[in-house]
Nanobody
Framework: QVNLMESGGGSVQAGGSLTLSCAASQYIYCMGWFRQRPGKEREGVAGIAVGGGPTYYADSAKDRFTIFQDNDKRTVYLQMNSLKPEDTAMYYC????????????????????WGQGTQVTVSS
């Protein structure tokens, strides 16, 4: 069992920045971020193969968000810049041992460990 602890959510004005962090209780190959906006289904935001592997970003996150890991390889961050009101959501950290050719899965159904979530609210 892998436990994930998120932190860093909060309220910010449009154009501002926030950094989310997720600490895993043990090493696990893939870590990522998903979000659920009000009235929407949960969607992937970004993922990283821990240990210097490949990253991926949803189109909505490209050029604004950066996912990176700490040297201990058990903490992953999501740096979010140029935030927009439509980024308002509950953000969830997720982890999985599953990978295909070194790439982390995109579908949420292939991620089997989840954090409790941290709220991000962006006001206009």
């Amino acid at each position: 069992q892998v436990n994930l602890m998120e932190s860093g959510g909060g309220s910010v004005q449009a154009g501002g920045s926030l950094t989310l962090s997720c600490a895993a209780s043990q090493y696990i190959y893939c870590m990522g971020w998903f979000r659920q906006r009000p009235g929407k289904e949960r969607e992937g935001v970004a993922g990283i193969a821990v240990g210097g592997g490949p990253t991926y970003y949803a189109d909505s996150a490209k050029d604004r968000f950066t996912i990176f890991q700490d040297n201990d390889k058990r903490t992953v961050y999501l740096q979010m810049n140029s935030l927009k009101p439509e980024d308002t959501a509950m953000y969830y950290c997720a982890a999985t041992e599953l990978a295909l050719s070194g790439y982390c899965p995109v579908s949420e159904y292939e991620w089997n460990y989840w954090g409790q979530g941290t709220q991000v609210t962006v006001s206009s």
